[in-house]
């Protein structure tokens, strides 16, 4: 073992041995089929018999018209809990890079306040509502959630590079009447300033991890636009403005795709990536299922968890391993949301069981 590995496997040995006795903790389909099967009630409580969420529904009212915003915040409290448990074992450098990583929870909250102060909802909004990972994100989104308006929300914006994105996004707003116009933009700004943020906060194996982790997740947000805008009919400049400006592994097809006249020829220019085995599923389910495009994102998730997976089961010392869990966590977060709140609102589970993503 080179003296680096030597560095490695000392900084982070004990984190990975907590994660991986987790990992083994992580439900799995015959779980989630238990919780499908059973009632909404039944399935709240057996849950709370898995280690990780232990008494986490004290007081949720299935009967509440806010149950499925409580459900969220209560999942996600969980999730971020054990994620700063753990996090304090992990060298510095990842820890501040993880961190920031962790900031989608402040991204989602800020896209609800946004959402509401566009329709105009005359309910208040409570910051007490949704799980936000710092101080400082709670007090921003507590001042921009007493504005009336959207151009006064970004007026008492705190973070720079939000800033920046909402004043770069607020005309074409104006112009489409959408908020979506906005959403898209701080998620651009987001993977944007995360990327960024690899090269001065890690070196190393960790770099070239987190580069891989991210840039995949990058390259599939980026492939799900340019189909989405093909099968919409966008024309290669409206596509553009939703793309994230980094190009991990997709190289020139990137432009051959986008310019592409149709979802079958960007399919095809898509071909030529490493990403090829998902592009001919995503092609083959499209064709099933008469030119629709409902099941991509759940094709794509599965992609990426696979390929997690895959990259995990090699040298296990570096950052990857804890970004990998937090991400089979939010996969599974996303999975429970789902199945409870089928059920609470009476939805097919036909309906949650084609949306679950599963780690095989």
Same mark, same amino acid.
């Given at each position: 073992?080179?003296?680096?590995q030597i560095t490695e496997a000392k900084e ?29 009630? *039944?399935? =709240? ?5 898995? %280690?990780?969420? $232990?008494?986490?529904?004290? &007081?949720?009212?299935? /009967? ?5 915003l409580n459900l969220e915040k209560l999942l ?74 959207? *151009?006064? =929300? ?5 973070? %720079?590079?939000? $800033?920046?994105?909402?004043? &770069?996004?607020?005309? /074409? ?22 990327w960024q943020y690899i090269i001065p906060t ?159």
């Amino acid at each position: 073992m080179r003296l680096g590995q030597i560095t490695e496997a000392k900084e982070y040995s004990f984190i990975n041995a907590r994660i991986k006795a987790r990992k083994g903790q992580l439900l799995t389909a015959a779980d989630y089929e238990r919780l499908l099967s059973s009632t909404l009630n *039944e399935g =709240l409580t057996n849950l709370q018999d898995s %280690p990780r969420y $232990i008494n986490i529904f004290p &007081s949720l009212d299935p /009967e509440s018209s806010n149950f499925a915003l409580n459900l969220e915040k209560l999942l996600d409290e969980s999730l971020y809990n054990e994620i700063f448990t753990l996090i304090k074992d992990t060298p510095n450098k990842a820890r501040k890079f993880i961190e920031f990583y962790l900031k989608k929870s402040y991204i989602r909250a800020l896209k609800h306040i946004i959402r509401q102060i566009h329709t105009k909802e005359t309910e208040s909004i409570s910051i007490e509502d949704f799980f936000v990972a710092t101080s400082d994100e709670k007090t921003e989104l507590i001042i921009i959630s007493k504005t009336e308006g959207i *151009e006064e =929300l970004i007026q008492k914006l705190q973070t %720079p590079w939000v $800033i920046k994105s909402m004043r &770069s996004a607020f005309n /074409e707003y104006i112009h489409q009447e959408s908020v979506l116009v906005l959403e898209n933009a701080l998620d651009q700004a987001f993977y944007e300033q995360l990327w960024q943020y690899i090269i001065p906060t890690l070196d190393g194996r960790d770099r070239k991890v987190a580069q891989k982790i991210i840039g995949m997740e990058i390259d599939l947000l980026n492939m799900n636009m340019i189909l989405r805008g093909k099968v919409l009919n966008l024309s290669p400049d409206e596509i553009s403005n939703q793309l994230i400006s980094i190009n991990y592994r997709l190289g020139s097809t990137l432009t051959l795709a986008k310019q592409a006249s149709s979802f079958s020829a960007a399919v095809d220019g898509l071909q030529d990536t490493v990403y090829s085995d998902l592009i001919r599923a995503i092609n083959r389910d499209y064709k099933d299922k008469k030119e629709s495009i409902a099941n991509m994102d759940q094709l794509q998730q599965e992609w990426f968890i696979q390929a997690l997976l895959t990259m995990l089961a090699g040298y296990p010392f570096h950052i990857g391993t804890f970004l990998s869990y937090i991400i089979f966590r939010f996969k599974e977060i996303e999975n429970l949301r789902i199945i409870f709140e089928t059920k609470w609102k009476g939805i097919d589970l036909k309906f949650a069981r084609e949306l679950l993503i599963y780690f095989k």
